[in-house]
């Protein structure tokens, strides 16, 4: 059981690791779009740069998925090590995963809420006047149709796997 438990974190370390390496990938494009739809809303595009807005894996859009990465495939060494720490640390960090998940998908879920507000609390006159929705969708518009697939994908892997690990390690 204490394998299973293994797979499964490696699997979530995979499904989190996917993040960045995506928006690295096509991150650039969905800026390119995006500035395309603030030139048509008549936005000035140096507004993204001054307001430190990006689309690419920089910053904690690297930094949060690959500490969770990791911190995944160390508990899963050390459920294949049989470390008596391994069956808590699984249960922690499993469930802890699961809680950010559910944060990303709410964020994702509100995205353009969300957008308006941090646009509004940013100050910036040329920010506020952005119509969000087009935006959004510009910047999605640019990432390949398989990305919404492997987001359905990799929100099952890490519910799916971190709810499969934290059973395996209880019946080890």
Known sequence: MNILAAIMQ???A?????????RHRYGPAAKA???????RQGVRPQVLEENKIRFDAGGHETAAPATVAAVMIVIAGMNVAGADAAPVLTWV????VMLMNIAI???????????????RRKGDPALAGVQVLPFLEAAEGAFPGWVRAQTYIRNTVVFAGSAIAMVAVSLA
């Open 14 to 22: 995979v499904a989190f690791v996917s993040i960045p390496v995506v």
């Open 105 to 119: 998908v709410y964020s994702n879920l509100t995205a353009v809420k969300s957008v308006e507000a941090a646009f």
């Open 10 to 12: 490696l699997l979530v």
């Open 93 to 96: 960090f499993c469930a802890l």
């Open 33 to 39: 779009a995006a500035v395309g739809e603030l030139r």
